[in-house]
């Protein structure tokens, strides 16, 4: 048993109980593949522990350890990916990536010395490659150039590695090249320097460039040691950097929440509120007028009663997406309610008022379409104009509610 990784097993392990009940709270799929890659980071530790290194056991354990770290890598890089979205995506670029890395890798460690197996190898896995790239990503073409050229340079690496019989460093150029890749691709999907992101990309950075570091002092100073625990720390960092980003991710939605209907993405209350008494500040300064609209949506109980809730908050869904198609982007439309909504618009007179209510009651005249479901619903608005019917948000909000009530029951009269 090799004890020197002891510490490092027990740290990894503490690390995937942590990525797991983190997982335990939302099952988002990123990270899930980051608690796979964690998992496969602890295998590489355990195969590393149980290493004898002599004989047989010696090449099986070395195979299995770095075989784990690049399908650790190779998760990494998954769940960063911007076109894997699906899990048949997923798992065709892990089979493009990993079958590849782990053939190269295993017939290195076992010792082949035909070059043809791995200029084959390598042949392959730039040809799959490239034919997946040219698929996922025909619409942005630097991008594309720029990935089919770091593809070629690094084949171009592993033919040259091959040639010279170095296949066993190709294994750390493997390894360094999967790791720069994630770090940019984390990058470019967060695109925030915080804590957690600049954290998790520099661990990244620097796991990857511990391959050549120590393919170096190998090669040109093989005398110098250097505690494995030191080439441990850039794992490390990505572990503690990818808690700080999920962690400023919890807080950022729950900032958003605080503003926003969780259902619709709409303003809440609250943040209708702040938005109109800057309007009436606004106004008040300008000499214009704010209309209120308080909208409700007749018989909507019906629809959940007739088909369920689940229903019933798609078609919520899509009377925002109707009622925002007819306002400006400059108007505010909030839900102040389950099934009430509230506008606030400038507008120059009452006419500018009414001219946006048609609108909005316009939006409803064909049946909605959900799940093969038709369902009718209209709208009763009331509407407040400031100053005309309040100076404040409470005079304004009571004077809209009481005209939405007369029209709702003028409705009901009509019918």
Request: glycine share 8%.
């Amino acid at each position: 048993m090799n004890f020197n990784v002891l510490p490092s097993l027990v740290a990894l392990a503490i690390l995937v109980v942590v990525f797991e009940a983190i997982l335990r709270q939302g099952a988002a799929e990123r990270l899930q593949l980051w608690l796979t890659a964690w998992v496969l980071v602890l295998i590489h530790f355990i195969a590393q522990f149980v290493n004898v290194g002599h004989g047989l056991w010696n090449q099986i354990a070395t195979a299995v350890s770095l075989g784990s770290l690049e399908l650790a890598s190779i998760s990494f890089l998954i769940s960063m990916s911007p076109r894997a979205g699906t899990a048949r995506r997923q798992l065709l670029l892990g089979t493009i990536l990993g079958v590849p890395a782990l053939a190269y890798t295993t017939a290195a460690v076992w010792g082949v010395a035909a070059h043809s197996f791995y200029y084959g190898v390598v042949v392959v896995a730039l040809a799959a490659t490239s034919l997946l790239a040219w698929n996922w990503y025909y619409d942005k073409t630097s991008y594309l150039s720029g990935l089919l050229f770091g593809c070629l340079v690094f084949s171009s690496l592993m033919v040259w590695m091959a040639a010279r019989n170095h296949t066993v460093l190709g294994i750390d150029v493997i390894l360094a090249g999967l790791n720069f890749v994630v770090a940019v691709l984390y990058w470019r999907h967060f695109q925030r320097a915080t804590a957690g992101v600049l954290t998790t990309v520099f661990g990244f950075i620097a796991w990857g460039t511990v391959f050549p570091v120590v393919m170096f002092l190998h090669r040109y100073s093989p005398a110098t040691i250097v505690e494995s625990e030191t080439w441990n720390i850039p794992k490390y960092f990505v572990a503690v950097g990818m808690i700080l980003t999920l962690l400023e991710d919890q807080i950022r939605t729950n900032e958003y929440l605080a503003y926003h209907d969780a259902l619709t993405g709409l303003p809440n209350r609250r943040l209708l509120e702040d938005r109109l008494e800057q309007g009436l500040a606004h106004a008040a300064r300008g000499g214009h007028k704010v209309a209120v609209l308080l909208i409700d949506l007749d018989r909507f109980k019906e629809v959940n009663d007739t088909f369920g809730h689940r229903i019933g908050d798609l078609a919520l869904q899509q009377v925002v997406l109707r009622l925002s198609s007819r306002m400006r982007a400059s108007d505010t439309l909030a839900r102040s309610g389950g099934d009430e909504f509230t506008v606030v618009s400038n507008v120059s007179d009452e006419h500018g008022a009414e001219t946006l209510m048609s609108a909005l009651e316009s939006a409803l005249a064909t049946p909605l379409k959900v799940e093969g479901h038709s369902i009718q619903t209209g709208l009763s608005i009331g509407v407040a104009l400031y100053p005309d019917h309040g100076h404040s948000p409470d005079e304004l909000h009571a004077a809209a509610d009481r005209a939405m009530y007369l029209a709702k029951r003028g409705a009901r009269s009509s019918a």
